[in-house]
Each structure stands twice: as C-alpha cells, then as structure tokens.
C-alpha cells in the first residue's frame, strides 16, 4: 500500500475503508452505489459522487496490480466519472459544484441551495483533486490531468463567487487551501491573495477564545481536521503551513477534552451533529482518532454491518494520508480515561455562547449557554447532553444517552455530575422543554416527573416544569427511546423557566440522602 509512510493504524483504517467501497463499487456506472440508509433521515440514493473522488484516491494509495481490475485502472475509471458530473454553468450560483449523485436533476435558476444541489462539494472534491494531483501524477495521463485542470478552475471560479464566512469553519478551510493550490497550479496569483485573507480571517477569529464557532461537531472536526493537514502539509503559503499546524494541534486539544476513551464518545454541546452515540455512526472525528488510537479505542461503529451515516467512511484514506499529528499532552485521553475533569470553553463574544462539560468515571454531560438567543442549526444543535454506562447485566459497554430537543432559546451549563437549563426568553404561557432518552433496558415506568431511573443512571429532576408526557420513540423500536415532555404552564413572558437534572451512576451517601428525599413524592405520582 503506498504511500510507504503509512502508520499501521493509517493502514488498517485504508484497508477497512477500500474492502467496504470495493463491495459498493458498481462498473457499469463507475461510482460507489450508496448505502442503505439504516436510518438516516437524509441519507443519499443512487450513487455517489463525492465519495468515488475519496475511493479513486484510496485505490491510488492501494496501487493492486494483481486483481481482475487493477486499482490505478479503477481509478482512472471513477475519476472520470467524477468529473463528468461537475457542473459547468458560467455565471450561476452552482457553476463549479458537482452532482451529489447522478440520478439529481441539474439544477436550474428555481433550485434551492442545499436541498437541490450542494455548493460545497466544490471544495470537497476540488481538494480531493489536489491530492490526487500532487500524491499520484503518474496515475494521470494527459488528457485526465487536463480534465482535472479544467475541473479545479471550475470550482474556484464558483466558489470565488460565493460568500464562505469565515464562521462556517470547516468549508472556510478547504476553500482557503483550494485557492492557494490553484493559484500556482492554474497559473493565477490573484487568488491567493483571496486564500490568504480568507486564512487570516479564520485564525483571528479561532485566537480570540481558542474555538472554532461550528463548535465539538463530531462530523465536522473531522473536516476541519482534514483541512487543517491539507494547510500544514501541502500549502505553498507560509501563512497556511504554519496557521495549519497551530489550529491542528488546538483541535486535538480540544477534541481530547471532551473525550471518553471508555464510552467510546465525546462530551457535548455538539453545535452540530449527526447523532449522539458515536459508537453507531460514522463520524469525522471517529475515523482521527481511529487513526490516532487504533480501531478498538475508536468511537466508531463496526463496518461488517449496517450502520448510520456509512458513507463518511469513504473519507478513510484521505484521513489515513495526511496522518494526525496530535499533541503529546492530547494523546494520552484518546487511549484512555485519565480521571475526571471539569471543563469551559468561550465559543464566541457576540452573542456570548460558553459551553461547559464533565468528564466522568461513567458519565459524560454537556451544555451550551447561547446568550438567549435560539439555536441556528436546528435538529443538529444538541445544547444539552448526557452519556452514561448503561451498565446492565449482559450490555458489555452499551451507553445511555439523553439530549434537549426544544425550538426555544435555552442556555445549559454542565457542573460535575449536574446539568441546568433556563430559559428566559419566551412567549407567555406553556413552556415546553423535551428530552429524547436511550436507556437500554428501560420501559416507560422507569421515567417520573422528579425521578429518571434507569439501568446505569438514576437522575432526580427539579423545577418549574412538570413531566406531561413520556412516548416511546417509533422510529426507533429496538433502541429503548423514549422522549420526555416537560412543561411549565401559563408563565408570564418575562419569568425564566428552569430545569435542573442531577446525575448518579456510582451512588454515593450524599446521593442517596438526595434521592431518598424524593421517593415519597415518586409514590404518590405512581398511585395517581
């Protein structure tokens, strides 16, 4: 497997990646078909564009001679599929991007950004054409490495034109690193002077506070990750190199931080995720630190059988050619639980947003204060989060988990074994505050107004709202999911709602007094 550099880890997550897209590998479209969707909301049909780029890349590094179908020949095949489904549409919001899939319509004037095409794959498989480019020459002859020319002047011409805030932090990386490439390689320096202000933009921002504003994303660390290797190990700027690998080192730090080597997943908030047990869905930061601590410590699920999100796997063998470069003071987290810790971190001054989070023995909570002011990012905001070991005879090491679902501005803040919300900014009248629960092992009746008991964690809960309802989730009928509503009735706009959500796993004396002090109350509830 080339190249020869490659850690035992990097060719152990290369491997696993290319046997799962050599299974979905289709011929006769010369794509990857996508997975079944297991779940995912918003999976992918069809075939995929964006991660046939990463798997031509991956076979690259494989470089199989010996098969039916040598890899360099796969692909040269599936790279030029890939560029076959760029879009080439001068002076349109989507000149430059590619399909998501074949089987998309093109988009026209009336296509609506996300929802019928994705402006970001410009940089997704623009990037990947640089390292292909740059890795494996030799494996371009002159008419692909024409078409990849061609294809990359595309992409930045599109995102020239485009507005990447510097705060949308994983596309405002690759966008920088894109431009700096082509301005060498297509000949034209004035873009550089646009990858670098972009650049500055994003380190002045992130050295204010220490943090990204797509703030502990499990998906889009490992983007930013990504980015921030392609800036430390093949940007011709000193600026890039260098801010590369100061802002690479700090994720580390963070990402370690929040981690639980034992529950296998990271403390929130999560500005944005795509989940909330990593050990079930692929992620971004689950393929770093599987190639950072090796698959078993890994928060990642097992590629034998469905999982959520299985498509992110494909970025396994860019992950795997970068390499991680973490920290000698982060790597030790990563391999294990190192005792607990209480943690803060300011993600931004205007609004003030603060996210605090514990690290425990067998308990993992995080929040997210946001100033008031309603989340952005909808069902990927978790502002509020609990992991546990479920700890239940014959689990092994399952995990519990729980997270606030509300359309309303509510901070949270994490104090130990401890999670508070308020919310003050409000409508008069009903206040509704919602937790989704997975509690392996648990039914209904483990959940009271006061009092969540379930196998691995008993939660006593105060305040101004009362539990009105507890559903189990269908949609997800082997999982033990439940969602709990909690509701504050008739409250005069200006008076805060509050919640407080105290946390036991290994039940101490000072617990028990605290829990025994509301069984009374949990009686009289169940005879009602």
């Known amino acids: 497997m080339r190249p020869d550099r490659l850690t035992r880890h990097a060719r152990d997550l290369t491997t696993r990646s290319l046997e799962w897209m050599d299974g979905r590998w289709d011929p006769a479209a010369g794509l990857l078909r996508a997975p079944d969707p297991v779940g995912d909301e918003h999976a992918p049909a069809g075939h995929l564009v964006r991660e046939t780029a990463w798997y031509a890349l991956g ?29 080439d549409a001068p002076g349109t919001r989507f000149h430059g991007t590619w399909l998501r899939s074949p089987h998309e319509e093109a988009p026209t004037a009336a296509s609506v ?10 940089e997704f498989v623009g990037t990947t054409l640089v390292v292909i480019a740059t890795e494996f020459p030799e494996a371009l002859d002159d008419d692909l490495r024409g078409r990849v020319d061609a294809a990359l002047r595309r992409a930045v011409e599109g995102t020239l034109a485009r507005d990447v805030d510097p705060s949308y932090t994983n596309i405002a990386l690759l966008r920088s690193f894109l431009l700096q490439d082509a301005a060498t390689r297509l000949g034209e320096p004035a873009w550089e002077a646009a ?26 660390y490992g983007i930013d990750l990504v980015a921030l290797a392609l800036w430390r190990r093949y940007a011709r700027l000193p600026l890039l190199r260098a801010g590369g690998t100061e802002l690479e080192a700090a ?30 869905y692929a992620s971004g930061v689950g393929l770093w630190i599987w190639l950072a601590a090796g698959p078993d410590a890994a928060p990642f699920p097992a590629t034998d059988r469905p999982f959520r999100h299985a ?32 943690a803060a971190q300011v993600i931004a001054r205007a609004p003030r947003r603060t996210a605090t989070w514990w690290v425990g023995e067998r308990l993992l909570v995080g929040a997210e204060d946001v100033g008031g002011v309603r989340g952005h990012l909808g069902d990927q905001f978790h502002p509020a989060t609990v992991h546990w070991h479920a ?5 092994g090491d399952d995990v519990g988990w729980a997270r606030l679902v509300s359309d309303l501005a509510v901070d949270a803040r994490a104090d130990g074994p401890s999670l508070s919300l308020s919310c003050a900014r409000h ?13 392996p092992g648990a039914g209904a009746g483990a959940f009271t107004s006061r009092r969540w008991r379930v196998p691995g964690l008993d939660a006593v809960v105060t305040g101004d709202a009362e539990l009105v309802a507890v559903e189990h989730d269908g949609r997800e009928p082997d999982e033990d999911t439940w969602w709990l509503r909690y509701v504050a009735r008739d409250v005069p706009a200006d008076r805060p709602v509050r919640l407080r959500v105290d946390l036991h796993t290994d039940l101490d004396t000072d617990a028990r007094t605290d829990l025994d002090a509301h069984r009374d109350a949990d009686r009289q509830e169940a005879r009602r």
């Open 59 to 87: 076979l690259l590094m494989r470089d199989d001679a010996d098969g039916a179908e040598p890899d360099a020949d796969r692909a040269r095949h599936a790279l030029g599929r890939v560029l076959d489904h760029q879009i």
């Open 113 to 122: 950004e996300w929802r019928d095409y994705d402006p970001n794959w410009r």
């Open 195 to 220: 990858a670098a202000d972009l650049a500055e933009q994003v380190l002045e921002r992130f050295r204010v506070d220490g943090a990204f504003d797509e703030y502990c994303s499990p998906t889009y």
């Open 251 to 280: 994720l580390w730090r963070d990402t370690a931080a929040h981690y639980h080597a034992g529950l296998r997943n990271l403390a929130g908030p999560y500005d944005r995720s795509y989940g909330m047990d990593l050990r079930r």
């Open 311 to 342: 498509w992110d796997l494909a970025l396994g063998p860019l992950v795997a050619l970068l390499g991680a470069e973490v920290p000698a003071d982060a790597q030790p987290l990563l391999d294990g639980f190192r005792g607990p810790r209480q």
């Open 391 to 395: 700890g239940r005879p014959g689990a």
């Open 427 to 439: 409508d008069r009248g009903d206040v509704d505050l919602t937790f989704q629960v997975r509690a």
